[in-house]
Structure formats: C-alpha cells, structure tokens
C-alpha cells in the first residue's frame, strides 16, 4: 500500500508489472516492519528493508521474512554503487530528513542505470489544514508555504519526533536536482470501498483534498 487511501501496487503497479519483479533487487527506505519487503519477496524480488529505527527493525525480525534487515541511516547507505534495480519507500526516511536531497542521491548512487525510485509521503497540501478527520479539518489553519518542521518533545525537551514539510515543488525540485528523471507523481483519490478513519484521515477529507503524494523517478 503506497497510503492510506489504500492504493496497491498490485494494483498501481509504480514499480512495475509484478511478473518483472522476480530476480530484482530492491532497497525498501524507512522500511519499518518491513511490509513493503515482505510483499516483494512474496513477488520474487530480493528486497532489503533499511530503517534508522532498531526497534522498528526487531518488529520486522519478529514478524519474519526471508530477506535482511539493515539498520542504518538513508543519507549514508552501506551499500556499493549500483547495488540495486529498484528502491521504494511508502511514508519513510524522506519526510523525517531536513535535507532529502542527500538521501535522494543516495539512493541515486545506489541504483543501476535505469533504475526506478518510487516514494510517498504525505501531500504537501495537508499540512496547510488541521490534522482532523472530521469537518474541522476541512479550513486552512497554516500557511502552504511555512517550512516550520513539526516537532514532538518528551518532558526534558528532546525532540522524539521530527517531520519536515515541502511544498510540492520543493519535492519536484528536490528529485531533479538529485539527478532523477521525473516521469509520474500519483495523487491518490479516496475509493468507496475505503469507511476507515485513521488519524486526520478520513473518507470525509479525501473526498475534499488530496492526502498522499507518490513520486516515480528514474536514474537514466
């Protein structure tokens, strides 16, 4: 699933025909409990699931799954050039760095020639409206353009959760200027089949404003 709108890539198919996957290798970014992984394996691919996060890698562990886990950080892959066919990343890494640009090349330099990079994050049009699935989420609350990363504190005032907001021409610019080729960004629509209500998500706003951004870039 690339969001919570519930777009599959069974379905989507950003990454490819499934039937192509088998034998590739694939880098899954800010993998967490390695879901994306587990389905490309199930697919025939070779993935590696990298998070920064030991504990969400031990969640990975314990679920299980015939591929390794890496626990390291994006903007400093432990992996030779041209190590992978594909990469992916649904909501990691990206958003939770100030500079994506050193992970977008990266992961740029870890790619074969010809190599596909698809990622999602949250639409940059979210964080102009408050996070609510209800009708009060509907009125801008916060300037599209305010940079202002989101920042959570634990009571001595360390952050513990940091999340980093571009507009989408920053993202644009930010894959070109990595040296990826541009060729699709997907802006999921809500189906009717989707009733769930999770965080500020909802079928309410979906309906109203995008809430998910996926970008498919190539390494030419």
Known sequence: MWGPEGLDEVEAELLGPPEELKGRDVLELG?????CS????AQGARPVAL???HRQLQHALRIGGPF????????????ADGSFDLACSAYGALPF??????????????????????????????????????PEGLSVSASYFDRT???EQDEEGRAVYVEHHRTLGDRVRDVVASGFRLVDLVEPEWPAWNTSEWGGWSPLRGNLIPGTAVFVCVRD
């Open 149 to 151: 990363p989101y920042v």
């Open 31 to 35: 993998a967490g409990a390695a879901q």
């Open 68 to 79: 390794p886990l890496v626990c390291a950080d994006a903007g400093a892959l432990p992996f």
């Open 51 to 53: 998070d920064i996060s």
């Open 97 to 134: 760095v100030a500079d994506p640009r050193l992970v977008l090349r990266e992961v740029r330099r870890v790619l074969r020639p010809g190599g596909r990079l698809v990622f999602s994050v949250t639409h940059p049009i979210r964080w102009a409206f408050p996070d609510e699935p209800g």
């Open 38 to 41: 587990r389905w490309l394996a």
